[in-house]
């Protein structure tokens, strides 16, 4: 391969991102972005077009879009050898096509948070480009329009660790203006970090949808040949569409491989790995149905049924001085006495076994108790019951003030709190509203198939595995 420099003069407009050792590696060999280069390095031999790179990014590995769609880095001080064999243009724009009307179909609303809805590679160039209207939509994923007449609307454009009560509010609102209005279902396009606790926060603030409300998002970019994009959209539109079940979901991938998604109830959902596909799972029970582009198979039948009238309860109450607190072991104090200093009026603890924290600390939960502050301990085990009557640290802090929220999540018995919060401070009609379920968030019972762990090696698990993949 040759070493010399191509054509290619390396200036500041096709270096976007790059500095430092990988700066200086592409203008060493008269390459840029949208080069498409062979490389030899200490790695190996690779071939691929050179991306952009974040300027927060490290400045020392340049990035390849591979041939198989996958994206690597390269470490700059491991090349031996670079030559430019193309070059692309960037086109960041996506044809459309009009998204077609048809009267017998229903109508669906999408609404835009910040995450990618789809999106499409562009070839060409390499690059990921969003789509959002029904026309990109319609170009990224065609199959919408057998299923229903698509609406689009972009509410904001927050990641979705930056979604807050700004942001729940005024989607709430939109949700409930869309139901009044006739649409047939609605889906809200999320980032998946934080999917979970806007779908707690919506069930309590949009209650009695005659409607499905589901939220969908992808853990994988539409760049990678493994991407969920595609397939969590039209099952998401699916379920708002033709779906029977009137209520907060969260349609996501069901098992590892493309067989079907799962509809996850709002209030019962957890993301629960950082980087797989299927990491939403109903926690402590089960989920509401399996749904592929072309069924629905409900799991159970206790779920709220569409209806043809109008009628939804929208109350978007919320108060934003409410924490959780996650017990360690040695927790101090001043913690808690801190968080009653700057005027928080609610904690939710989620606290070891059955819902336990250390004696130190229960000086400061009386003061936080006197100073008025709303106290609800839930279980960091994720599933299982709150039970603090089965032993005496248990039943003194409950002496102490605080009171077991059940088998609630941590994160749901948050939202509620804020939400409950929002509307009164008032001790006894404050634990009405937290232990009165709205939405399966607390339950009478779990099922024995709600709780399902895979550990890997053990004989009875890998011989369960044998038999359903073979």
């Not at 060999?29 to 490389?39: A, H, N, R």
């Not at 039209?234 to 509809?263: H, R, W």
């Not at 039943?395 to 939400?419: F, H, Q």
């Not at 099922?447 to 698990?461: A, D, T």
Request: glycine share 8%; proline share 6%; charged share 25%.
């Amino acid at each position: 391969m040759s070493t010399a420099p191509t054509t290619t003069t390396a200036t500041s407009d096709n270096l976007k991102g790059y500095r430092g050792p990988g700066r200086a590696l592409l203008q060493r060999f008269g390459v840029g972005v949208w080069s498409e280069v062979e490389i030899e390095s200490a790695r190996g031999h690779f071939r691929g077009l050179i991306l952009p790179r974040s300027e927060t990014a490290d400045d020392r590995h340049i990035v390849l879009k591979l041939g198989s769609g996958y994206n690597v880095g390269i470490a700059a001080d491991s090349v031996s050898a670079m030559r430019e064999v193309g070059r692309r243009e960037a086109h960041y724009k996506i044809p459309e096509k009009e998204f077609p009307y048809d009267p017998q179909k229903p109508n669906v609303m999408l609404f835009g948070t910040g995450g990618t809805i789809a999106s499409r590679l562009d070839y060409r160039t390499g690059a990921v480009i969003p789509a959002f209207s029904p026309g990109e939509l319609y170009g990224s994923v065609p199959e919408l329009a057998d299923i229903c007449n698509l609406r689009t609307e972009k509410l904001f454009g927050v990641f979705s660790e930056n979604m807050g009560p700004e942001q729940y509010i005024k989607l709430a609102q939109r949700i409930g203006e869309e139901i009044r209005a006739g649409t047939s279902g609605v889906v809200i396009g999320h980032g998946t970090d934080t999917m979970h606790h806007t779908a707690a926060i919506l069930t309590f603030m949009i209650q009695n949808p005659p409607v499905p409300i589901i939220m969908v998002g992808s853990q994988r970019s539409s760049d990678r040949p493994s991407s969920d994009a595609a397939i969590n959209l039209q099952c998401a539109v699916k379920a708002a569409a033709e779906g029977d079940i009137a209520e907060v979901l969260v349609c996501m991938f069901g098992p590892t491989s493309d067989e079907y998604n799962l509809l996850h109830r709002g209030t019962r959902v957890r993301k629960m790995h950082s980087s797989y596909r299927s990491t939403f799972r109903t926690l402590s029970d089960i989920p509401v149905a399996m749904i592929s582009p072309k069924e629905i198979i409900p799991l159970r039948q206790d779920y709220k049924r569409r209806r043809s009238d109008r009628e939804v309860t929208v109350n978007t109450a919320f108060e934003e001085k409410v924490t959780i607190l996650y017990y360690y072991p040695n927790m101090l104090p001043d913690l808690v006495d801190a968080i009653v200093d700057k005027g928080y009026r609610g904690i939710v603890i989620a606290g070891t076994g059955l819902g336990h924290i250390n004696k130190p600390l229960y000086p400061a939960i009386k003061r936080a108790a006197d100073a008025g502050v709303h106290i609800y301990m839930t279980v960091q085990t994720l599933w299982g019951y709150c039970g603090m009557y089965v032993y005496d640290t248990g039943r003194d802090l409950m002496t102490l003030g605080i009171r077991p929220a059940s088998n609630m999540l941590p994160e749901v018995a948050y939202m509620k709190l804020c939400w409950v919060l929002g509307q009164t401070d008032d001790p006894a009609e404050v634990e009405r509203l937290m232990l009165t379920p709205v939405s399966d968030e607390i339950t009478d019972r779990e099922p024995y198939n709600g709780y399902l762990c895979y550990q890997g090696g053990i004989p009875e698990v890998q011989e369960f595995l044998r038999t359903i993949k073979r």
